[in-house]
């Protein structure tokens, strides 16, 4: 179907001038609302589990700041990467590459969502949480989308530092302050996005070979791939008990995290002994979904014991402490 | 000049920008009612605290 009904109007390109074609649900895919929603999560979880409280209405309003900042990254991600989007197949129908939404859309797009959200947060709440959110952004956007990323197989393990900063956001917004207990949340993600990741690179490392993204399978081959997914995810596991011994977490918590950890180990191991053909896929595949729902399950188990008040197992001690 | 010049907007298009003005309208004025709440909600009690 051509949108140009007679001559006046030449077809769209990404970079010439004419009238934009981007409807609204465009600009929506630009925010890249998959990701926003387990951003949200988390700094829900941070929010939730700080000491004190924010006033409800001035909690929505830090989650909304964060989700739109987050949104923001998104934006000015793809407008960035639009060339290798193009080539890999999970990502070609994006807006940019589509030639639905031209770059300067984008970047515009995101340059004002990013100002409007961190201004907002830092007014609603206190510029410790705004401050953080900009760091935020300028970490994904710049340091991991502009230079990591094309630069070193280590780009997702340093650039995962920009997912994993929400629940400090969303404790920051709370209580003005960064505590250890933020910091363990920021590590536990921090530590699972590398296994998270390069379960997804197993499956789609011909799509990053041919962008040119040196994702680790491509660079230094599956094998150190799947040794390095083992790594992290035996060094996640005890991670993610941690929270049940610095009063973020109960009983509840500490079984599941510990449960939960084993079979990650589980699922890793898996991905490391099956190396060829459809059980190695098959493996990965199974890890990379599992690994969702290791994070949210965690979150989700600290969201429902704070909000009903249940006793952190530290409890009993609280007066050493 | 003849009336054919310039850029003629197709009928995707006109739908297109008129849904984009719309969200536009809708996000300034969500905009605004945030910056409303956050001064309400930042003042609490002290709205009522003042010489009347």
Not at chain 1, 93 to 122: H, K, T, Y
Not at chain 1, 179 to 186: D, N
Not at chain 1, 202 to 211: G, M, N, P, T, V
Not at chain 1, 255 to 261: C, I, M, Q, R
Request: glycine residues 10%; contains cysteine; aromatic residues 10%.
């Amino acid at each position: 179907m051509s949108l140009a009904h007679d001559d006046h109007l030449d077809a769209p390109t990404l970079t010439g001038p004419g009238p934009s074609l981007a409807g609204v649900e465009d600009f929506v895919a630009l925010l890249k609302p998959r990701v926003m929603s387990l951003v949200i999560f988390t700094a829900l979880v941070g929010l939730v589990a700080a000491p004190g409280g924010l006033h409800p209405v001035l909690g929505a309003i830090a989650l909304l700041c964060v989700a739109v900042g987050a949104g923001a990254s998104g934006a000015l991600n793809m407008w960035w990467d639009a060339d290798i989007d193009a080539v890999m197949t999970r990502t070609q129908n994006r807006p940019i590459p589509a030639g639905r939404v031209a770059p300067g859309e984008a970047l515009g797009f995101g340059l004002l969502l990013s100002g409007v959200s961190v201004m907002l947060l830092g007014l609603a709440t206190n510029w410790l949480a705004g401050g953080l959110l900009a760091f935020t952004i300028f970490f994904y956007v710049v340091v991991y989308t502009m230079w990591l990323k094309r630069w070193t197989p280590q780009n997702i393990v340093i650039g995962g530092l920009a997912g994993a900063l929400p629940p400090m956001i969303g404790w920051a917004a709370a209580t003005g302050t960064v505590g250890l207990e933020s910091a363990t949340l920021v590590a536990i993600i921090f530590m699972w996005t590398p296994p998270h990741f390069w379960a997804l690179a197993l499956i789609k490392s011909e799509d990053y070979a041919r962008a040119g993204v040196p994702m680790l399978p491509v660079v230094a081959g599956e094998d150190e791939t799947r040794w390095q997914i083992l790594l992290y995810s035996l060094a996640l596991a005890p991670l993610g008990v941690l929270p049940a011994a610095i009063g973020l977490g109960g009983w509840a918590y500490l079984t599941l995290s510990s449960v939960a950890g084993l079979a990650f180990v589980g699922f890793a191991w898996r991905v490391y002994r099956l190396r060829e053909g459809v059980p190695a896929r098959r493996a990965a595949g199974k890890l990379f979904a599992y690994s969702l729902f290791y994070l949210t399950a965690l979150f989700a188990t600290i969201l429902i014991e704070k909000s009903f008040g249940v006793a952190a197992l530290t409890a009993p001690f609280d007066g050493w402490m | 000049m003849a009336e054919e010049d310039g850029v003629r907007l197709t009928t995707e298009q006109q739908r297109q920008r008129r849904r984009r003005n719309v969200a536009i309208a809708w996000a300034l004025g969500a905009l605004v009612v945030l910056f409303w709440l956050v001064t309400i909600f930042k003042l609490g009690g002290n709205v009522l605290n003042r010489p009347l």
